[in-house]
């Protein structure tokens, strides 16, 4: 019975393995930066960022979208709009750029704040929205 136990517990591990190995959303290194992987959201697309430390109260940092190329190759915008009081604050991003940051939109901030996400896609199909907070 112990074997047994054994054996399907080992077999859950490699599973699970394997699951985290596979992953569209698996973090990535980005010169010294750190990458944060929120939760996956509708069709395997999440938001990441990366930081950097400018000074004692200021960051920069990029935010982009994470997903397979297949996806990515299908949106035709990305619309950003950080939390702020400024009402016109918003940048959309249509071009999907050369690196591996897809659609990628940077900034300097003092702390963590939301920014609020819309992706538009080429063959018309509902828009997706996330929340991304960053985090340094």
């Known amino acids: 019975m112990r074997k047994l136990i054994y054996n399907q517990l080992s077999a859950l591990l490699v599973l699970w393995t394997l699951l985290i190995l596979i992953s569209p ?3 990535q290194k980005q010169n010294k930066s750190t990458t944060y992987t929120p939760r996956r959201i509708n069709q395997d697309i999440s938001a990441v960022n990366t930081s950097r430390r400018l000074n004692k109260d200021q960051w920069e940092w ?4 994470n997903a397979y190329d297949q996806v990515l190759r299908n949106i035709s915008c990305v619309e950003y709009k950080p939390q702020s009081t400024s009402t016109n604050s918003s940048k959309k ?3 999907r750029g050369t690196g591996n940051q897809p659609f990628a939109y940077s900034g300097k901030s003092l702390g963590t ?3 609020y996400i819309t992706i538009f896609f ?3 199909q509902t828009p997706v929205t996330l929340k ?5």
Request: aromatic content about 10%; some cysteine.
């Open 25 to 27: 959303v698996a973090a």
């Open 62 to 65: 990029t935010v982009f979208i």
């Open 93 to 95: 991003v249509c071009t």
């Open 113 to 115: 704040l939301d920014i």
């Open 122 to 124: 080429k063959d018309k």
């Open 132 to 136: 991304h907070r960053l985090k340094f």
